[in-house]
Every structure is written in structure tokens, then in C-alpha cells.
């Protein structure tokens, strides 16, 4: 028998027919709406702010460790433009558990889908954040959701997807260290550290299959 809770969407209200349900608008320097129509969001930006994260529309996902999840949307936007997407843990330090991604939008709906496995301890309040700061232009959302990876996309390459400006990840606050694993799990070597604060950083090129992690590093 199937276990289709593994297929679960992990986002709530991801297809946005419930309107706001589950989400959260924060304007933090600047300024924003998210009107859901036809089960896409829509944003209108007043006043950008200077960065990213000054504005952040939200939602809260449930993490495990050690778990494979897929996450995938559609977006557009009124004239090309950047949008940060983040899988975080919620708190001051912003330690990212998906591979932050900037992408690039068009004025055609695209979908946009990547892999990811959590490296750090279960995280019930994880925080699912789409920054559209710094940039006047608006845009639309639709079709969010995160799901439990299954067998078959263990196989798939979801790298053609992306578009070129991604694969980036924002530094946490701590010290951290930028780990490489093997599929199976084994840390195969330690890509780049630093002390924390350091801002957005590209991944490095990768020949072999694994999976990229950001960990913070303990005393």
C-alpha cells in the first residue's frame, strides 16, 4: 500500500484558495500587499526598502532531520526581476536548512523546484520566506508546496529549473562551516567557513552528486 501522506504539502494553504490562511505579510522597511486572487498572490510593493529582507511575505513549515524534501513553486512578475526564496530556522541567526535560492522571474509563469535534505535537529516552526525587497517591481505567486522526497526523486535532476542567478545561501550570524555529503549521508569534506555575518555567498561548483549543507558550527 502507497504511503500518500508522503506526499503531504507541507505548506499551508500553498494554493492560496484560502486566501492569507497560513501566511504572514511583514514589512520591515518598506512596504507591501498580497492580494490572493484565483488562487494566486499577487503583490503590489510601495516602498521597497534597501534590502532583501525588507519585506518578507511567510509561512511556517515542519522540519525532520535527516529527511528529503522537494520544494516547488510557480511565480512571475510584472517586468524581470530577482526574488530571494529561504527555508530558515526563525530566529535571529537565519540558519538556512534549504539551499536559499535567487531567482530570476519573468513576465511568464515559471515553475521553479529544487531538492534539499535537513541536516540540522527537527524544526516545528521552520520558516518558509520569500524576500522581495529593494525591488519596486511586483509579481505573483501560486502552486506552493513542500513534500516528503519519495523514491523516485532521488533520480531526478531538478538543477534545469533553476534559474541562473540561484544557488546561493545567506551566512548565518555564528560561525558555520559549508559541508559536502554523499547521498547516503557520509560528510565527504568541509567547501568554505566563516565566522558569521558574512551575507549572501555562492555555492561552489560540484562534479560529484550529494547534497550541500550549511551547518552552524558549536563550541
Excluded at 137 to 143: A, E, N, P, Q
Aim: charged share 30%.
Amino acid at each position: 500500500m502507497k504511503d500518500t501522506g508522503r506526499r503531504h504539502n507541507l505548506v499551508e494553504n500553498g494554493d492560496f484558495s484560502k486566501g492569507l490562511k497560513g501566511w504572514r505579510v511583514e514589512n520591515w522597511h518598506g512596504n507591501f500587499t498580497a492580494k490572493a486572487e484565483s488562487k494566486e498572490m499577487n503583490f503590489e510593493i510601495q516602498k521597497p526598502g534597501k534590502d532583501s529582507w525588507s519585506l518578507q511575505f511567510c509561512s511556517d513549515v515542519s522540519l525532520k532531520k535527516d529527511e528529503a524534501y522537494i520544494f516547488a513553486m510557480k511565480a512571475k512578475a510584472d517586468s524581470p526581476r530577482t526574488l530571494n526564496v529561504n527555508i530558515k530556522k526563525n530566529t535571529e541567526k537565519y540558519l538556512p536548512y534549504a539551499n536559499g535560492r535567487i531567482i530570476d522571474l519573468s513576465t511568464d509563469w515559471q515553475e521553479y523546484k529544487w531538492k534539499f535534505t535537513m541536516k540540522e535537529d527537527d524544526d516545528a516552526a521552520a520558516l518558509l520566506s520569500f524576500d522581495m525587497g529593494g525591488n519596486a517591481l511586483g509579481w505573483s505567486l501560486k502552486d506552493v508546496s513542500l513534500k516528503i522526497a519519495t523514491g523516485d526523486d532521488f533520480g531526478r535532476s531538478y538543477r534545469g529549473r533553476i534559474q541562473k542567478n540561484s544557488g546561493y545561501f545567506n551566512a548565518p550570524n555564528e560561525p558555520w562551516e559549508l559541508r559536502f555529503y554523499s547521498l547516503d549521508g557520509k560528510l565527504r569534506r568541509t567547501l568554505d567557513r566563516g565566522n558569521g555575518g558574512e551575507g549572501m555567498r555562492a555555492y561552489p561548483r560540484i562534479d560529484k552528486s550529494g547534497v550541500i549543507v550549511v551547518k552552524e558550527v558549536k563550541d
